[in-house]
DNA sequence: AAAACGGGGAA
DNA sequence: TTCCCAGTTTT
């Protein structure tokens, strides 16, 4: 009844967009190409100036590689206006202008994944294959409560199966749109309106409020390289200056050396030119790089790329802040440090 | 399996 | 800021 019931919200709510009133494969094709990735407002004015500009695929075939970037410009995704451009000479030159009439066969064209075969093979001709994008991974892990990762090669499987054993065989293509605008309109990505769904009753999202939780997405975390330059200080008792990082970041409440970060790692004349302070100057006695290269430090979401510095003083600092201590070297064991830190203590130990 | 590829809109 | 958009291709 899922399947009947977002048929029947599509008749009522579509939008009225151009290349769905009559379905040819030429502007069903040029229309998927342009919205991967890409909102409807977005590529809609690309559209239209495309099917101007270029009536058939015979007059794009026949453009200028320049002509036709030219009308992308803005779009993003420039590869696609490049296969579009050399799948329209495919299309008009070896196939007479004609487009394959199947999932397979589309498949073949470049710049036509898995989606937009199967949304050319369904919208145009009728073949019973399910299209799954980001709107039917958001509607369906929903409606079903699944929670494999939709970026997961197992997600990937399993939604495109759930996604086969829902489509509305009789009409493929006009289901295939149906939960496609469904999730675009309706079951949003942010405030979803739940309240006025179709298909609220057997909603599993729905009837255990996580809506907001799902579909569940892998983060891609990218890895932020952070260069640290730690100034070791030690004066002629071997007294030394610890401090406790408050900050929201990582390593919260350990206690670490005076810490420089930089946007590179820093060299001997940088630290003597900004990280010492006038007063440190004065009692300065040595200051020595104490690792040739920086140590790589490697957490799960960030590389720290570290240089300890040891700085002997006649004394240290009399007035120091209140994250800050002066501990004797044989104390810095009692300390929480992190690893990185603690490498340093023991090497010098040991 | 993961990265690269763009730009804009919404919260 | 972060997330995500009618994804595909390359590494």
């Given at each position: 009844?899922?399947?009947?019931?977002?048929?029947?919200?599509?008749?009522?709510?579509?939008?009225?967009?151009?290349?769905?009133?009559?379905?040819?494969?030429?502007?069903?094709?040029?229309?998927?190409?342009?919205?991967?990735?890409?909102?409807?407002?977005?590529?809609?004015?690309?559209?239209?100036?495309?099917?101007?500009?270029?009536?058939?695929?015979?007059?794009?075939?026949?453009?200028?590689?320049?002509?036709?970037?030219?009308?992308?410009?803005?779009?993003?995704?420039?590869?696609?206006?490049?296969?579009?451009?050399?799948?329209?000479?495919?299309?008009?030159?070896?196939?007479?202008?004609?487009?394959?009439?199947?999932?397979?066969?589309?498949?073949?064209?470049?710049?036509?994944?898995?989606?937009?075969?199967?949304?050319?093979?369904?919208?145009?001709?009728?073949?019973?294959?399910?299209?799954?994008?980001?709107?039917?991974?958001?509607?369906?892990?929903?409606?079903?409560?699944?929670?494999?990762?939709?970026?997961?090669?197992?997600?990937?499987?399993?939604?495109?199966?759930?996604?086969?054993?829902?489509?509305?065989?009789?009409?493929?293509?006009?289901?295939?749109?149906?939960?496609?605008?469904?999730?675009?309109?309706?079951?949003?990505?942010?405030?979803?309106?739940?309240?006025?769904?179709?298909?609220?009753?057997?909603?599993?999202?729905?009837?255990?409020?996580?809506?907001?939780?799902?579909?569940?997405?892998?983060?891609?975390?990218?890895v932020r390289e952070r260069f640290f330059n730690f100034?070791?200080?030690?004066?002629?008792?071997?007294?030394?200056?610890?401090?406790?990082?408050?900050?929201?970041?990582i390593w919260?409440?350990?206690?670490q050396?005076?810490l420089i970060e930089s946007k590179h790692n820093l060299t001997?004349?940088e630290i003597?030119?900004?990280?010492?302070?006038?007063?440190?100057?004065?009692?300065?006695?040595?200051?020595?790089r104490w690792n040739e290269n920086p140590i790589k430090h490697v957490l799960?979401h960030q590389k720290i790329w570290a240089i300890f510095w040891?700085?002997?003083?006649?004394?240290?600092?009399?007035?120091?802040?209140?994250?800050?201590?002066?501990?004797?070297?044989?104390?810095?064991?009692?300390?929480?440090?992190p690893v990185l830190m603690?490498k340093f203590?023991?090497?010098?130990?040991?």
């Open positions: 009844m899922f399947s009947k019931s977002i048929l029947n919200w599509y008749n009522e709510n579509k939008r009225d967009l151009p290349w769905r009133n009559k379905p040819e494969a030429y502007f069903v094709w040029l229309s998927e190409i342009m919205l991967q990735q890409t909102r409807v407002a977005q590529g809609l004015p690309y559209y239209l100036r495309f099917v101007e500009e270029f009536p058939t695929v015979h007059d794009l075939a026949e453009a200028s590689q320049e002509k036709v970037l030219k009308l992308w410009q803005g779009l993003g995704y420039y590869s696609r206006a490049r296969n579009l451009h050399d799948t329209a000479k495919v299309v008009s030159v070896n196939f007479g202008g004609i487009f394959p009439n199947n999932y397979k066969d589309l498949k073949k064209l470049k710049g036509v994944g898995d989606y937009t075969a199967s949304a050319i093979a369904s919208i145009v001709y009728h073949e019973p294959v399910a299209v799954v994008d980001g709107n039917v991974y958001r509607v369906l892990s929903r409606f079903f409560g699944v929670e494999t990762p939709i970026n997961s090669t197992e997600g990937v499987k399993q939604f495109k199966a759930l996604a086969t054993k829902m489509l509305a065989e009789k009409s493929p293509g006009l289901y295939n749109q149906a939960i496609m605008e469904f999730g675009a309109l309706h079951c949003k990505p942010k405030n979803p309106q739940c309240v006025t769904c179709p298909v609220q009753s057997n909603c599993i999202a729905f009837q255990q409020n996580k809506a907001g939780e799902l579909p569940v997405k892998l983060k891609k975390q990218k100034l070791v200080f030690q004066d002629v008792k071997g007294q030394m200056l610890l401090q406790k990082r408050v900050e929201k970041d919260q409440h350990l206690y050396f005076p001997l004349a003597k030119k900004t990280a010492l302070l006038d007063n440190e100057k004065k009692v300065l006695q040595s200051i020595k799960s040891c700085v002997e003083v006649k004394k240290l600092p009399e007035n120091i802040q209140n994250t800050q201590q002066i501990v004797n070297k044989q104390e810095l064991v009692k300390f929480a440090v603690e203590i023991n090497s010098k130990n040991g």
